[in-house]
């Protein structure tokens, strides 16, 4: 599976952003797909995952409410749409995909992007 993340800039804390990743190659309907980020001199953490077809999502507690994982159906696209980014939302963002295993540990993915910047300033 490949990944190509696309997406990230620079916005002003307050805007908003979508984040895109298309995936190609052999996929199963079993995988899930998860967007992380990661901050300078911190360790990569989960935002968000969703499953294959696209009919459950999952949020860390820090952008529930702001952040948006979708997709129309199993060969699209997963989008993050960002909104009401702060400061401290500015990082890498990557997404993965996972087989199995627990999809909020970064360890334990399969496939990874190549990763977008977010920067957002104050």
């Known amino acids: 599976v490949q990944l190509q993340a696309s997406g990230g800039g620079l916005v002003q804390a307050g805007g908003s952003l979508r984040l895109s990743c298309v995936a190609s190659?052999?996929?199963?309907?079993?995988?899930?797909m998860a967007w992380f980020r990661q901050a300078p001199g911190k360790e990569r953490e989960f935002v968000g995952a969703i499953t294959w077809s696209g009919g459950s999502t999952y949020y860390a507690d820090s952008v529930k409410g702001r952040f948006t994982i979708s997709r129309d159906n199993a060969k699209s696209p997963v989008y993050l749409q960002m909104s009401s980014l702060k400061p401290e939302d500015t990082a890498v963002y990557y997404c993965g995909v996972i087989g199995s295993g627990n999809y909020l540990r970064s360890s334990a993915y399969d496939y990874w992007g190549q990763g977008t910047l977010v920067t957002v300033s104050s």
């Open positions: 190659g052999r996929t199963i309907s079993s995988y899930r």
